[in-house]
T-cell receptor, first 117, second 109 residues
Framework: DAGITQSPRYKITETGRQVTLMCHQTWSHSYMFWYRQDLGHGLRLIYYSAAADITDKGEVPDGYVVSRSKTENFPLTLESATRSQTSVYFC????????????????FGPGTRLTVL | GQQLNQSPQSMFIQEGEDVSMNCTSSSIFNTWLWYKQEPGEGPVLLIALYKAGELTSNGRLTAQFGITRKDSFLNISASIPSDVGIYFCAGLVDYKLSFGAGTTVTVRA
């Protein structure tokens, strides 16, 4: 299907386990983003990527690792999950027009609800 | 990250009412955005604002970019049941969005 998809949609894991959340987009967008959504905080940027093999930290990167070997995929890994990482995780993608006065809309996936016990 | 203060946190509105929500920041943004999120889905862009003072409409939604570039508001006119959801403001710096905490809207039929 066209668009941006995330898997799994729901995940329960235990403290200390490694977990990888997958994000796939079919638009060949340059930019991809990972956010977490928690009550009272809105969405906060974890990591983003401007292109394959280019990634950078966002506002809350600690405890997370990302990679971008292919344009269409942007997996997020929690190397040793903690309870504070219980959250809903959203992936987004956007094209880059390089026009600084124009917002290149970020399109969001449906989210992954992660519970760390 | 940038701190955006969005209010109110939640609202119950009567069908047919006009409602407003706003967002303020201690930092200047060059672009303000309003998103809506429905249960089980990701946020969807409603309106993008690019210039201080700009007033933009999208159907029954109207948003304004504050003159100081540190605030924005969103109006919904003639509320209907499908307006239920969480509305987020966001400010854009480079390619990174900073979001407010959201306003949860519930409509009384």
């Amino acid at each position: 299907d066209a668009g941006i998809t995330q898997s799994p949609r729901y995940k329960i894991t235990e403290t200390g386990r490694q977990v990888t959340l997958m994000c796939h987009q079919t638009w060949s967008h340059s930019y991809m983003f990972w956010y977490r959504q928690d009550l009272g905080h809105g969405l906060r940027l974890i990591y983003y990527s401007a292109a394959a093999d280019i990634t950078d930290k966002g506002e809350v990167p600690d405890g997370y690792v990302v990679s971008r070997s292919k344009t269409e995929n942007f997996p997020l890994t929690l190397e040793s999950a903690t309870r504070s990482q219980t959250s809903v995780y959203f992936c987004a993608s956007s094209e880059s027009s390089n026009r600084r006065e124009y917002y290149d809309e970020q399109f969001f996936g449906p989210g992954t609800r992660l519970t760390v016990l | 990250g940038q701190q955006l203060n969005q209010s109110p946190q939640s609202m119950f509105i009567q069908e047919g009412e006009d409602v407003s929500m706003n967002c303020t920041s201690s930092s200047i943004f060059n672009t303000w955005l309003w998103y809506k999120q429905e249960p089980g889905e990701g946020p969807v862009l409603l309106i993008a604002l690019y210039k201080a003072g700009e007033l933009t409409s999208n159907g029954r939604l109207t948003a304004q970019f504050g003159i100081t570039r540190k605030d924005s508001f969103l109006n919904i006119s003639a509320s209907i049941p499908s307006d239920v959801g969480i509305y987020f403001c966001a400010g854009l710096v480079d390619y990174k969005l900073s979001f407010g905490a959201g306003t949860t809207v519930t409509v009384r039929a």
